[in-house]
Protein backbone atom coordinates (compact mmCIF):
# COMPACT_ATOMS: atom_id res chain seq x y z
CA UNK A 1 0.00 0.00 0.00
CA UNK A 2 3.06 2.68 0.53
CA UNK A 3 4.09 3.73 -2.52
CA UNK A 4 7.69 4.67 -3.64
CA UNK A 5 7.92 8.22 -6.17
CA UNK A 6 11.38 8.13 -7.69
CA UNK A 7 11.86 11.87 -9.68
CA UNK A 8 15.12 14.09 -10.67
CA UNK A 9 15.99 12.45 -13.55
CA UNK A 10 16.76 14.23 -16.78
CA UNK A 11 19.00 15.28 -19.66
CA UNK A 12 22.33 16.73 -18.91
CA UNK A 13 25.74 16.97 -20.58
CA UNK A 14 28.61 15.08 -19.51
CA UNK A 15 30.26 16.35 -16.30
CA UNK A 16 26.88 17.65 -15.54
CA UNK A 17 24.75 17.15 -12.50
CA UNK A 18 21.88 15.77 -11.15
CA UNK A 19 19.86 14.98 -8.12
CA UNK A 20 17.28 12.43 -7.52
CA UNK A 21 14.54 11.77 -4.98
CA UNK A 22 12.92 9.39 -4.00
CA UNK A 23 10.05 9.88 -1.13
CA UNK A 24 7.40 7.11 0.70
CA UNK A 25 3.95 7.61 0.23
CA UNK A 26 3.81 6.62 4.12
CA UNK A 27 5.71 4.78 7.09
CA UNK A 28 7.84 1.81 6.42
CA UNK A 29 8.47 -0.35 9.05
CA UNK A 30 11.42 -1.72 9.49
CA UNK A 31 13.58 -0.29 7.16
CA UNK A 32 17.25 -2.36 6.31
CA UNK A 33 18.53 0.29 3.61
CA UNK A 34 17.07 1.96 0.91
CA UNK A 35 18.91 2.81 -2.37
CA UNK A 36 19.34 3.23 -6.03
CA UNK A 37 19.53 0.74 -8.59
CA UNK A 38 19.94 1.37 -12.04
CA UNK A 39 19.04 -0.52 -15.30
CA UNK A 40 20.37 0.53 -19.05
CA UNK A 41 18.88 -0.99 -22.14
CA UNK A 42 20.14 -4.51 -22.59
CA UNK A 43 21.61 -4.23 -19.21
CA UNK A 44 20.64 -5.73 -15.66
CA UNK A 45 19.55 -3.86 -12.73
CA UNK A 46 22.94 -2.75 -10.89
CA UNK A 47 22.81 -1.38 -7.60
CA UNK A 48 24.51 1.97 -7.53
CA UNK A 49 24.53 3.21 -3.59
CA UNK A 50 22.95 2.09 -0.88
CA UNK A 51 22.47 3.53 2.73
CA UNK A 52 21.32 1.68 5.68
CA UNK A 53 19.64 2.68 9.12
CA UNK A 54 23.29 2.83 10.46
CA UNK A 55 24.61 5.65 8.10
CA UNK A 56 26.78 3.01 6.59
CA UNK A 57 27.18 3.36 2.36
CA UNK A 58 28.07 1.30 -0.21
CA UNK A 59 28.67 2.11 -3.87
CA UNK A 60 29.69 0.70 -6.82
CA UNK A 61 32.92 0.91 -7.95
CA UNK A 62 31.80 3.08 -11.10
CA UNK A 63 30.37 5.97 -8.80
CA UNK A 64 32.64 6.40 -5.97
CA UNK A 65 33.85 9.83 -5.44
CA UNK A 66 30.84 10.93 -8.16
CA UNK A 67 27.95 9.92 -6.43
CA UNK A 68 26.14 10.62 -2.53
CA UNK A 69 23.75 8.86 -1.06
CA UNK A 70 21.76 10.22 1.63
CA UNK A 71 18.11 10.23 3.42
CA UNK A 72 16.17 12.09 5.51
CA UNK A 73 14.25 9.70 7.96
CA UNK A 74 11.84 12.85 9.25
CA UNK A 75 10.83 12.92 5.68
CA UNK A 76 10.76 9.28 4.53
CA UNK A 77 12.69 10.59 1.89
CA UNK A 78 16.43 9.21 0.05
CA UNK A 79 18.28 11.42 -2.33
CA UNK A 80 21.14 10.46 -4.69
CA UNK A 81 23.72 13.32 -5.50
CA UNK A 82 25.19 12.55 -8.91
CA UNK A 83 28.02 14.91 -9.91
CA UNK A 84 30.49 14.57 -12.75
CA UNK A 85 28.13 12.24 -14.89
CA UNK A 86 29.66 10.78 -17.58
CA UNK A 87 27.57 9.01 -20.44
CA UNK A 88 27.46 4.94 -19.35
CA UNK A 89 25.80 6.78 -16.84
CA UNK A 90 22.89 6.69 -19.25
CA UNK A 91 19.78 4.40 -17.32
CA UNK A 92 16.78 4.18 -15.68
CA UNK A 93 16.85 4.51 -11.98
CA UNK A 94 15.15 2.75 -9.47
CA UNK A 95 14.35 3.95 -5.79
CA UNK A 96 14.69 0.52 -3.56
CA UNK A 97 14.35 0.32 0.28
CA UNK A 98 14.75 -3.03 1.78
CA UNK A 99 12.28 -3.85 4.82
CA UNK A 100 13.02 -6.76 7.12
CA UNK A 101 9.25 -7.31 7.39
CA UNK A 102 8.08 -6.83 3.79
CA UNK A 103 10.75 -7.32 1.46
CA UNK A 104 12.03 -4.98 -1.41
CA UNK A 105 9.75 -1.92 -2.53
CA UNK A 106 10.36 -0.11 -5.85
CA UNK A 107 9.93 3.47 -7.18
CA UNK A 108 8.55 3.80 -11.00
CA UNK A 109 11.65 4.42 -12.25
CA UNK A 110 13.14 8.24 -13.47
CA UNK A 111 15.25 8.67 -16.80
CA UNK A 112 18.78 10.23 -16.63
CA UNK A 113 20.24 10.38 -19.95
CA UNK A 114 23.67 11.57 -20.62
CA UNK A 115 24.93 12.97 -23.47
CA UNK A 116 26.49 15.89 -25.44
Known amino acids: QVQLVDSGGGLVQPGGSLRLFCAAS????????MGWYRQAPGKQRDLVAA???????NYADSVKGRFTISRDNAKNTVYLQMNSLKPEDTAVYYC??????????WGQGTQVTVSS
Open 96 to 105: NVRSRVDGDR
Open 51 to 57: ITGADST
Open 26 to 33: GRIFGIRS
